[in-house]
Nanobody
């Protein structure tokens, strides 16, 4: 399985970005798909996760109301729409997947496959 993230960049506070993660190697329809982030000197943290059919989602408290995750199983992809970005959102954002697809754990070790990450930098 390969996961490739895209869509990161340098933006000003208040701007929006949409991250994409394309999976290959097997269908993602049975997997939980998630977004994590890691800032320098900090632990990797769950940003958002979405169940296999999109029926259940989970968000970090710090992004609730600003970020939205969605998925397209036909495209084997997951997305993260990030609005009202803040400097504290600056981090390397990773896509990750796990099976079974109905559980949405927050612990990184619960996820099996990871992408290489895409950098998001928000200036004040």
């Amino acid at each position: 399985v390969q996961l490739v993230e895209s869509g990161g960049g340098l933006v000003q506070a208040g701007a929006s970005l949409r991250l994409s993660c394309a999976a290959s190697g097997r269908p993602m329809s049975a997997y939980t798909m998630a977004w994590f982030r890691q800032a320098p000197g900090k632990e990797r943290e769950l940003v958002a996760a979405i169940s296999w059919n999109g029926g259940n989602t989970r968000y970090a408290d710090s992004v609730k109301g600003r970020f939205t995750t969605s998925r397209d199983n036909a495209e084997n992809s997951v997305y993260l729409q990030m609005n009202s970005l803040k400097p504290e959102d600056t981090a390397l954002y990773y896509c990750a997947i796990r099976f079974p697809g109905h559980e949405l754990p927050s612990i990184p070790s619960e996820y099996t496959y990871w992408g290489q990450g895409t950098q998001v930098t928000v200036s004040s």
